[in-house]
Structures are given as structure tokens and as C-alpha cells.
């Protein structure tokens, strides 16, 4: 009877490359679209650890919420499950800042040994790859939030100025926007001549909308759940070419199917 040494064993065993996501807690979005995103990827696996996050705001009580210390006991219990990235799959560091998110990816590869990254760097690292530098912003937050987006975004050197938003502070009725809803500010901010459209919260259904809305309107339409899935399987050195029927996102050359 042929017996497998410790390593071989391990090696059959590791066929799935595991991606973990760390979620806020009153999310119910990204978990089910990001399932339909790898329904057609073999191989591939999300695994998923939440934290409190209920309210999007500028308050001390909102900002507190991104403490980095149970962002980082959420991480370490996705690492026992042996991923191989881990991303904040959540857009908190657009409005506190790039250098926020930096700072939490590196935190949590030095606490778990995992390639770590975030929604917010991710639509930064897409952009940047493919040139994007007018963005069409939307999203479901309040006018404060929003124009602090603008500010951290146009810093990085991409300009916001189209944009449009819901006004929402409270994270769950974000996911009870409808498709109507989000359909029509992707237009209005396209309308305005843009590079891309960026629909900025992981609670926000944006990402089976993409596609269609890319054929219609003929900009990319870049989801943060759909971004944030695109960077753990870079992260995680796996090709996305074979998703492009779910957005321009995952286009090797960023113009995806016709």
C-alpha cells in the first residue's frame, strides 16, 4: 500500500487555493456575490470572518468601528484556515485613506504570514494598472463621506467629480438599494465622461449589474466586491482572464469580452 509522506499528503490536499475575506458584520452582499463570481472558477474557494461594522460616518462611534485590533483577530482566525491571501473586503480606507489601508494590510501579514490587501487598494492598483484617471464615483453614503472620498481619491490622482450617492449612513440598508437605483447613478455618472465607474461599498449590489452596464455604456463599470476578488487572486497568483463575463475587471487587457 503506496503512503504518502507529510508533505505529498499536504500538497494533495491544497489543490483549492482559499482566499479570506474579512467582512463588517451587517454586510449581506459580498458573501453571495462573491460565490457567484467563482461559480465558474475551479479551484478557488472564499472563506469569510466578520467584525461590527453597522453605521458609515465621520462620527468618533463610526470611525471607531476601524480599529484595527478586531480587524486583526478576525484575520488571524481566517489564517487558521490556511488562505492564501486575505483581504478587507470593505471600503472603509477610501474615506480614512490610503495610508489607513496600507497600514492594516501590512498589520495583518505581520500577525498571520498571508499576503493581505483591500477593496480600497485594489480599485487604486486597477486604476493605476490600466490608466483610469477620471473615475465616475458611486456610492451609498452621505455627503460627507462621499466628499471626503473625493479628497482622499483626488490626492492619489484620480479625479471624482462625476459622482453621484444615496445619502445612507446605516451599512444594512445599504444592501436593500435597488438595482434601479444603482443602474441609474452609474449612468448619470458616465453621462459626464469618465474612464471608469467605480461603485464604492461592498454592501452595495453593483457587481451582477457591471457587465451589462459596461456593454451598454461602454466604460468599465468596477465593483468593490468584484475589485476585491480580482486583487486576492492576484494576491493568491491565479489568473482572472477566464472571469471576464463578470466585468472589465478581470480582463487581462481591461476591455474584456464584446
Known amino acids: 500500500m503506496l503512503r504518502l509522506s507529510g508533505k505529498d499528503a499536504m500538497d494533495r ?15 449581506s452582499v459580498l458573501e ?15 472563506h469569510f470572518a466578520r467584525f461590527r461594522v453597522t453605521e458609515i460616518g465621520l462620527s468618533a462611534a463610526a ?21 492564501a491571501a486575505i483581504l478587507w473586503n470593505g471600503t472603509s480606507g477610501a474615506w480614512l485613506g490610503f495610508a489607513a489601508d496600507e497600514r492594516l494590510s501590512a498589520a495583518i501579514t505581520d500577525r498571520t504570514g498571508c499576503p493581505a490587501s483591500t477593496a480600497t487598494l485594489a480599485f487604486r492598483d486597477l486604476f493605476r494598472a490600466r490608466g483610469y484617471g477620471r473615475i465616475g464615483l458611486v456610492t451609498p453614503y452621505t455627503g460627507d463621506v462621499q466628499r471626503r472620498i ?6 492619489a490622482g484620480f479625479d471624482c467629480g462625476a459622482e453621484r450617492h444615496l445619502g445612507l449612513s446605516e451599512n444594512f440598508a445599504f444592501a436593500e438599494a435597488g438595482p434601479e437605483a444603482i443602474a441609474g447613478m452609474v449612468r448619470a455618472v458616465a453621462a459626464e465622461g469618465v474612464d471608469a465607474v467605480a461603485i464604492v461599498c461592498t454592501n452595495l449590489a453593483g457587481a451582477a449589474l457591471a457587465p451589462a452596464l459596461e456593454a451598454e455604456l ?11 476578488l480580482w486583487k486576492g487572486l492576484d494576491l493568491a497568483g491565479c489568473p482572472t482572464a477566464h472571469l471576464a463575463d463578470h466585468g472589465r475587471a478581470f480582463a487581462a487587457d481591461g476591455e474584456g469580452r464584446p
Open 63 to 83: 470611525l471607531d468601528q476601524f480599529d484595527p485590533e478586531p480587524i486583526l483577530a478576525a484575520a488571524e482566525l481566517l489564517a487558521d484556515a490556511r488562505v
Open 218 to 228: 461602454g466604460v468599465p463599470v468596477i465593483d468593490s466586491v468584484t475589485v476585491t
Open 13 to 27: 490536499s491544497n489543490r483549492t487555493t482559499r482566499l479570506g475575506m474579512l467582512t463588517p458584520s451587517s454586510n
Open 150 to 155: 473625493q479628497a482622499n481619491w483626488g490626492a
Open 32 to 46: 453571495p456575490a462573491t460565490a457567484h463570481l467563482l461559480a465558474g472558477c475551479a479551484g478557488v474557494s472564499a
